[in-house]
T-cell receptor, first 114, second 111 residues
Framework: SQQGEEDPQALSIQEGENATMNCSYK?????LQWYRQNSGRGLVHLIL?????REKHSGRLRVTLDTSKKSSSLLITASRAADTASYFC??????????????FGKGITLSVRP | NAGVTQTPKFRVLKTGQSMTLLCAQD?????MYWYRQDPGMGLRLIHY???????AKGEVPDGYNVSRLKKQNFLLGLESAAPSQTSVYFC??????????FGPGTRLTVL
């Protein structure tokens, strides 16, 4: 069962514009992560935000977390054609222990037009 | 460092045949995972391991078996392949429950 649900399912923007992708989840989390997948490739980790954090930055990426609304947003600023990919949010549940696992959403397809 | 590698990259099986997918990591990670990715379904966890000699079931374990005899390797077996197992299979590893590092995937078709 999917924990995270991304919104929108697909996004098409012009190069240079900002892309905002949202993720909602159902149960309390330890952390939330965003991954990117280029066509035909494996997933690549982008950024991790913990439940006690509200915002993190990494280069052109900005992620926010609102635990009261059980939601997160990923903002890519000044998008480039190379940002065209699928983006997934993934959550680690709140309970601790060696068996904590990532649960992935279904992904968002981002197309950046040159 | 090669990171996470998967063998083979592509495979076509007939219904009922068996095969083993190999995942290897050179980062000395404790945790390893097998996922399948189907269109519109995201990634679903098949089995995982929290250390050498351990395995556990994920979300969709039926029809698959795994073994982790060496820390760096995680094998996924299909004993009797079915068309429903046509998918792209990804292996991943991690040192903690944080960042996972993914392999390039194996595209499996079962006829």
């Amino acid at each position: 069962s999917q924990q995270g649900e991304e919104d929108p399912q697909a996004l098409s923007i012009q190069e240079g514009e900002n892309a905002t992708m949202n993720c909602s989840y159902k149960t309390s989390i330890n952390n939330l992560q965003w991954y990117r997948q280029n066509s035909g490739r494996g997933l690549v980790h982008l950024i991790l935000i913990r439940s006690n954090e509200r915002e993190k930055h990494s280069g052109r990426l900005r992620v926010t977390l609102d635990t009261s609304k059980k939601s997160s947003s990923l903002l890519i600023t000044a998008s480039r054609a190379a940002d065209t990919a699928s983006y997934f949010c993934a959550t680690v549940p709140y309970y601790t222990g060696a068996n904590s696992k990532l649960t992935f959403g279904k992904g968002i397809t981002l197309s950046v037009r040159p | 460092n090669a990171g996470v590698t998967q063998t083979p990259k592509f495979r076509v099986l007939k219904t009922g045949q068996s095969m083993t997918l190999l995942c290897a990591q050179d980062m000395n990670h404790e945790y390893m995972y097998w996922y399948r990715q189907d269109p519109g379904m995201g990634l679903r966890l098949i089995h995982y391991s929290v250390g050498e000699g351990t395995t556990a079931k994920g979300e969709v374990p039926d029809g698959y078996n795994v073994s982790r005899l060496k820390k760096q390797n995680f094998l996924l077996g299909l004993e009797s392949a079915a068309p429903s197992q046509t998918s792209v299979y990804f292996c991943a590893s991690s040192q903690t429950t944080d960042t996972q590092y993914f392999g390039p995937g194996t595209r499996l078709t079962v006829l």
